[in-house]
């Protein structure tokens, strides 16, 4: 068993991240990251410090925008637009959920695709999907890095994604395909979804639903990448994998934290590098 720690992982990332920052900052060029919050969900607040922090770890300077939950759709596509023609700003993230009164599409599709950090925009989802993409998927591509840091090839491989959700699984199974994967996508209606499972050499689990995968689930030595991010009945935060149950049958295994959770910043941090560069015409 190994485990696969995504501390040491992302704090690679953002140390590569934060070095080219410096060397933009030399030709006079800062990054900017604007963070909007609407409403006062306890877990979206904890999201929103995580990435102001990471953006301060990397040298990026974050406006946040913090909303009152009562704040209407029309008042929030205005600060879009705002936002999309501030020159400070390369990169808009729009922490979801949002209050049910805001149609989370209309928000989305309203970011500029040059600053959609989070590579929701449908033009982005599109460029992802023929796999020639400026920004990643944020949590997909820190779980493609995890992978790589194994040192196993995706290529040929057997990969099995659970949950088709289009900001983790759909995604995901496209950047495992691009890297020659055989992709089987299982959700709710996958019949004897074990039998499927223990077939994969690289097994993700993004479901929402602590300890879901057992290691009856799991095909011995396999790559085991959890992307859940739960809460058990002690409130404590916990995976889709039951870890403990499956970390000896697994060849490798992320935790919960440490693992796919930093990644998603680190990935976001690279994202908005990349927006600044294309903002300012200096891309590799
Ligand atoms: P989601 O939109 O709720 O999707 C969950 C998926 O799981 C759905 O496709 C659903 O199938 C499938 N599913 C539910 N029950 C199932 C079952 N019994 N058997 C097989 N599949 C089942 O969730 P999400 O946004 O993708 O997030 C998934 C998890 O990842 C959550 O815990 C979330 O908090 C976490 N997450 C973590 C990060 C991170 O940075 N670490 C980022 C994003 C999300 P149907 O489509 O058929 O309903």
């Given at each position: 068993?190994?485990?696969?720690?995504?501390?040491k992982?992302?704090?690679?990332?953002?140390?590569?991240?934060?070095?080219?920052?410096?060397?933009l900052?030399?030709?006079?060029?800062?990054?900017g990251?604007?963070?909007?919050?609407?409403?006062?969900?306890?877990?979206?607040?904890?999201y929103?410090?995580?990435k102001?922090?990471?953006?301060?770890?990397?040298?990026?300077?974050?406006?946040?925008?913090?909303?009152?939950?009562?704040?209407?759709q029309?008042?929030?596509?205005?600060l879009?637009?705002?936002?999309?023609?501030?020159?400070?700003v390369?990169?808009?993230?729009?922490?979801?959920?949002?209050?049910?009164?805001?149609?989370?599409?209309?928000?989305?599709?309203?970011?500029?695709?040059?600053?959609?950090?989070?590579?929701?925009?449908?033009?982005?989802?599109?460029h992802?999907?023929?796999?020639?993409?400026?920004?990643?998927?944020?949590?997909?591509?820190?779980?493609?890095?995890?992978?790589?840091?194994?040192?196993?090839?995706?290529?040929?491989k057997?990969?099995?994604?659970?949950?088709?959700?289009?900001?983790?699984?759909?995604?995901?199974?496209?950047?495992?395909?691009h890297?020659?994967?055989t992709?089987?996508?299982?959700?709710?209606?996958?019949?004897?979804?074990?039998?499927v499972?223990s077939?994969?050499?690289?097994?993700?689990?993004?479901?929402?639903k602590?300890?879901f995968?057992?290691?009856?689930?799991i095909k011995?030595?396999?790559?085991?990448i959890d992307?859940?991010?739960?809460?058990?009945?002690?409130?404590?935060l916990?995976?889709d994998?039951?870890?403990?149950g499956?970390?000896?049958?697994?060849?490798?295994?992320?935790?919960?934290?440490?693992g796919?959770?930093?990644?998603?910043?680190?990935?976001?941090?690279?994202?908005?590098?990349?927006?600044?560069k294309?903002?300012?015409?200096?891309?590799?």
């Open positions: 068993m190994n485990i696969i720690d995504g501390k992982v992302s704090a690679r990332v953002k140390a590569e991240v934060k070095a080219e920052a410096e060397s900052k030399a030709k006079g060029i800062s990054i990251l604007a963070v909007v919050i609407v409403g006062d969900n306890p877990a979206s607040r904890v929103v410090n995580n102001k922090k990471a953006c301060a770890e990397v040298g990026f300077d974050s406006f946040e925008y913090a909303l009152p939950a009562e704040t209407t029309d008042e929030l596509l205005a879009v637009d705002k936002l999309n023609s501030d020159a400070k390369d990169g808009i993230l729009v922490q979801l959920p949002l209050p049910s009164h805001i149609d989370k599409n209309a928000v989305i599709n309203a970011i500029s695709p040059e600053k959609d950090v989070d590579a929701f925009h449908p033009q982005n989802v599109g992802i999907m023929i796999g020639d993409y400026a920004f990643l998927p944020c949590t997909p591509a820190g779980v493609m890095e995890l992978i790589a840091e194994t040192g196993i090839e995706v290529s040929g057997k990969c099995v994604v659970i949950g088709r959700s289009n900001i983790v699984g759909k995604p995901m199974a496209m950047l495992l395909l890297k020659n994967g992709v089987t996508i299982t959700h709710s209606r996958t019949r004897d979804l074990p039998s499972t077939e994969a050499d690289i097994l993700v689990a993004a479901v929402g602590a300890g995968v057992t290691a009856d689930m011995p030595g396999a790559v085991v992307v859940g991010m739960n809460r058990n009945a002690e409130g404590k916990c995976g994998v039951d870890f403990e499956c970390k000896e049958k697994a060849g490798y295994i992320t935790p919960v934290p440490g796919v959770g930093p990644m998603t910043i680190a990935m976001l941090m690279r994202n908005t590098l990349t927006a600044a294309m903002h300012n015409g200096c891309q590799d």
